[in-house]
């Protein structure tokens, strides 16, 4: 829940929810549900409270009662700050939409930014930054050094030590403030700013503040096209960016489908070969390079990934 909406308002609704965690903490998702209905008949305009009421009735198997609880979310929340359009997706009860809703996104990774290293890396080994950095170094016929690149959803800055030293000038982009505070710590980005890769290029803040069109022959997206489902929007941005002949390299979550992409339970999308070569040719851009790799852990279980190295055709 969003820290402005950890109180429902209400003394003894907010009891009743403390002890609907409880149960659902012991494993008793049913019972917690029925606690929290009745902290929802005290509250009842409670986004926040609505969308743990889903939460708890998923566990317990009530997918209809999940469902009807994330239309209440959405419609006391019409920003849809906690992703309840993914969630209803997941469950059956919306069709999958082209992209998250940019509140989601930011809100998700600010909570996150402060625990974002510790747990990726250390405890889901998350590999992305490395794996493509090197696949960059080793690909055929590519610039050993780039006059500037620009990482797009740079997070934490994870992949800006990685490429520091084969790149001129460093700029990083991320919708997460909190992220963008934890890169600037690291020292090795020589612009930061603020971008929102689901909107319009003259959008997205990647072109604010007087900085060009066509000024990067490094542009790179590690662990950030999984947020963003439909491409051509980001494609968009980034053959704007692109000097002639540059490079894009960047990660996705492996459909293992024939084509198209696919929204998972973990509320990101995994894209198909087809569907990034597709969106690719479309934009002007041809795959150099590619493997396949397992990029992190969820749940315990691996999670596939594709790597691409390609550059802007003439």
């Not at 493997?291 to 003439?314: C, E, N, Q, W, Y």
Request: proline residues 4%; negative net charge; charged residues 25%.
């Amino acid at each position: 829940m969003l820290p402005s909406q950890l109180s429902s308002g209400d003394v003894i609704a907010d009891r009743r929810a403390d002890y609907a965690k409880m149960l659902a903490e012991s494993g008793e998702p049913a019972s917690a549900s029925e606690l929290m209905e009745q902290a929802l008949e005290l509250a009842p305009r409670w986004a926040a409270g609505w969308f743990t009421l889903a939460t708890y009735r998923e566990k317990a198997g009530d997918a209809p009662g999940a469902i009807a609880a994330l239309n209440e979310v959405l419609a006391l929340d019409a920003g849809d700050v906690f992703g309840a359009r993914l969630k209803l997706a997941v469950l059956g009860g919306a069709d999958v939409p082209d992209q998250p809703p940019s509140l989601y996104v930011e809100r998700l990774f600010d909570d996150y930014a402060d625990r974002f290293e510790t747990s990726l890396v250390g405890k889901l080994g998350y590999s992305v930054p490395g794996k493509l950095a090197a696949l960059i170094a080793e690909t055929a016929g590519l610039p050993k050094h780039f006059r500037l690149a620009v990482d797009l959803g740079c997070g934490t800055g994870l992949l800006g030590p990685e490429i520091r030293a084969h790149v001129d000038l460093l700029e990083g982009y991320d919708l997460s403030k909190g992220m963008l505070a934890k890169a600037a710590e690291k020292g090795v980005y020589d612009h930061l700013g603020q971008a929102d890769l689901s909107q319009e290029p003259e959008l997205s803040g990647v072109f604010d503040a007087g900085l060009a069109p066509g000024r990067a022959d490094l542009i790179t997206a590690a662990d950030v096209l999984m947020y963003l489902g439909n491409l051509h929007g980001v494609m968009a941005i980034v053959r704007k960016l692109s000097a002639d002949d540059a490079v894009f390299a960047f990660s996705v979550e492996d459909a293992q489908q024939p084509d198209g992409y696919v929204l998972r339970d973990s509320l990101r999308f995994a894209h198909s070969e087809a569907y990034i070569r597709e969106m690719l040719a479309d934009h002007g851009f041809v795959v150099r390079d590619l493997t396949r790799s397992v990029i992190r852990m969820d749940g315990g279980k691996p999670v596939h990934g594709i790597l691409f190295i390609t550059s802007k055709s003439a």
